[in-house]
């Protein structure tokens, strides 16, 4: 079925061995002076064990005042050659091909990084949307500087072993900002015109082939289409790209977006698969180099689809590979339910990395941690019983399964997944189910036995004998003392979602966080008049950069009524009494809804250490928090067991 995906490539005298792409992503893995970390090599050997065609690096600065973030690689100078050369040589031994993604940050970067009183660089003199510090104009001599450290950059990533490099041109970057009107304002000879704008990539080509030799992989990154007024289009990037590959470019890499469209760059949940692989296809009809595509693709059969079509000859998925670094291996044996597929949230990779920390994935606890080599079968086993099938629930489930205990969940309802089902009913979340039916793969593929529609009681409990018992029995939402809130026509945002409660025509949700505003839009897409009631400044302030900046257009689109800084004062039969700024505010309401928050609920567990059973109480039922609280403490778990 997948026979176009795993088809071999030849690419300057190498074979690669499929059409799968790691592309590159920061991790912040690397120590400060851009040295290679065991961290950090061990993150990429795990991707090619488990089968990727080529790997790319993240972004190897090329001076270390062009970091975007603290803690990336460098290769600025020679002393750094040393630690990097252990990562192609390692990569290498599983057949996959390796290229050092080079770049310069220009003026995406902030004062955290380059430190106080450091101007960042850049074309023109046009602060970064999400900036801080005006940047400074570059002169024509720095330019040329420039182009010469990329040179020495891609001649060091040669000296440690890469196959090739990859530079950055996408993303509103240095090199991108120089191609691009929108932040380009020159006057000379890198500004105006596209061919001009285009000198300062093509210089760094060319100085690139002719220091590191024609056997050498070149690959230029870039955004089709900036999506930002006055950025670059498609069709200004097709002659851009001819001219690249006259030049010496080997392999063109199609993405999308600059820091100012940055829910373009990594795509969340509420975009569909290979959202960007035709603007991929009409780049490869003006070429006749390769071409990879990226864009939210995390399923093989869409990624063969898309080689099939002759839309790009590589697909390229990144956080699909931090997800499940295995993700070829599975796909290529057919393993298909063992893929544990990325669902977009962009909360572990994007929303901790953006705090300038090492990344993590939401759904996979292992990412970063793929030095300490995972979980080993322990020689004695027990009996464990897990109580709850939530996210934190069925991790521990499977860690524990793994070290050779005896595992039974039992969950009192007729589904798996708890609170994070609930969370794939809102529109553009149907994914988010996927990881428990991963989960649930996983068990059965432990011999794990999960008890749907059984309530365990501290009566029933008498009857079962377990060494261990594990509580992931998560949390129960809360009401506000608010008058009326015991009336007939108010319930839950949650039992909504589950089904329980249906809606009426005028809906009043209290509480805009994340689990509100989603309520709102799934109501508001079925055609209800939604009021939405926020105490605080903003809405859904918990949620991801991109999937939030969704959120608010549907929102809007919707025409939810959103009162932000408001407070309800009372519930009434038919309408609600809301108070903004002092003033009282009477809107019609057939429908009330909660969505402010949860307590844990340890009920259940409370009552069994009463009876003298050794409990241990993991996800929210211990404290309440997000997936990736709740998948790590079910993974940690197993370090105690």
């Given amino acids: 079925m997948l026979e176009n995906l795993f088809n071999t490539f030849e690419l300057k005298g190498k074979t690669i061995k499929n059409r799968l792409v790691v592309p590159a992503m920061v991790t912040n893995y690397c120590n400060n002076d851009g040295s290679a970390t065991e961290r950090y090599i061990a993150y990429h050997e795990e991707k090619a064990r488990g089968g990727w065609g080529i790997i790319i690096t993240e972004d190897y600065a090329v001076d ?9 690689a460098g290769l600025w100078n020679d002393v750094q050659i ?3 050369k252990e990562l192609p040589k390692r990569v290498k031994v599983y057949g996959s091909t390796i290229l050092a993604q080079i770049y310069h940050a220009g003026r995406q970067t902030n004062d955290g990084v380059l430190g106080t009183g450091v101007s960042p660089v850049a074309p023109s003199a046009i602060m970064c949307p999400f900036g801080t510090t005006l940047p400074r104009e570059l002169s024509i001599l720095e330019i040329e500087e420039i182009v010469e450290k990329f040179a020495q950059t891609a001649n060091r990533a040669k000296q440690c072993g890469f196959d090739g490099i990859e530079i950055h041109g996408g993303h509103g970057y240095l090199v991108a900002g120089f191609l691009s009107l929108y932040s380009n304002k020159r006057m000379d000879k890198y500004g105006g015109s596209i061919e001009r704008r285009a000198r ?6 060319k100085a690139i082939r002719d220091l590191c030799g ?4 070149i690959g230029f990154r870039i955004s089709a289409d900036e999506f930002i007024e006055g950025g670059r289009g498609i069709e200004e990037t097709k002659v851009i790209t001819s001219m690249l590959e006259e030049s010496g470019v080997d392999l063109i890499h199609v993405s999308a977006g600059v820091y100012g469209s940055a829910d373009k760059i990594v795509p969340s949940y509420y975009t569909k698969p290979a959202w960007i692989a035709d603007f991929a296809s009409e780049i490869k009809k003006a070429l006749n180099i390769p071409v990879i595509t990226v864009g939210r693709i995390n399923d093989p059969h869409i990624a063969n689809s898309v080689i099939k079509e002759k839309k790009a000859d590589f697909v390229a998925m990144g956080r699909a590979s931090l997800t499940d670094p295995a993700f070829p291996k599975k796909a290529k044996a057919g393993n298909f339910a063992q893929i544990r597929k990325c669902i977009a949230c962009n ?11 090492p990344i993590k994935c939401v759904l996979n606890p292992e990412l970063g941690n793929e030095y300490l080599g995972g979980i080993t079968k322990l020689g004695n086993s027990k009996k464990i019983a897990v109580i709850g099938s939530g996210p934190a629930g069925l991790e521990a489930a499977i860690g524990a399964a793994k070290l050779g205990h005896h595992v039974t969940v039992f969950e009192k309802d007729k589904k798996a997944g708890g ?13 988010l ?10 068990l059965e593929k432990l011999g794990v036995t999960v008890n749907l529609n059984v309530e365990i009681t501290p009566d029933s409990f008498d009857d079962l004998q377990f060494d261990e018992v594990v509580v992931a029995t998560g949390a129960t939402p809360v009401k506000p003392p608010i008058k009326g809130n015991d009336l007939p026509h108010v319930a839950f945002a949650n039992d909504v979602l589950a089904g329980i409660v249906g809606a009426g025509m005028n809906v009043i949700i209290i509480g805009g966080g994340q689990v509100g505003a989603e309520t709102a839009a799934h109501l508001g897409m079925n055609l209800r008049n939604v009021t939405l009631v926020e105490m605080g400044g903003a809405i859904a302030a918990d949620e991801a950069l991109a999937p939030r900046w969704h959120l608010l257009r549907t929102l809007e689109e919707r025409k939810v009524n959103v009162m932000m800084n408001a407070k309800v004062k009372e519930i009434k039969e038919e309408s609600v009494i809301v108070q903004v700024n002092g003033t009282d505010n009477e809107i019609v309401a057939d429908t009330v809804l909660f969505a402010t928050g949860s307590n844990s609920n340890r009920t259940l567990a409370e009552q069994l250490i009463k009876k003298g059973v050794a409990v241990r109480v993991i996800g929210d039922a211990f404290e309440v928090g997000n997936v990736l609280n709740a998948v790590e403490a079910g993974y940690n778990l197993a370090d105690t067991l």
């Fill in 214 to 217: 024609e056997d050498f992989i």
């Fill in 64 to 72: 270390p005042l062009g970091r975007g973030f603290s803690n990336v």
């Fill in 419 to 431: 609170q994070w089902y609930l969370a794939s009913i809102p529109p553009g979340k149907g994914e």
């Fill in 433 to 442: 189910a996927a990881f428990t039916q991963w989960q649930l793969t996983e």
């Fill in 200 to 205: 300062f990539a093509i210089d760094i080509v």
């Fill in 82 to 84: 040393e630690s990097h």
């Fill in 347 to 357: 909360h572990g990779c994007l929303g901790i990395l953006f705090s300038d920390n």
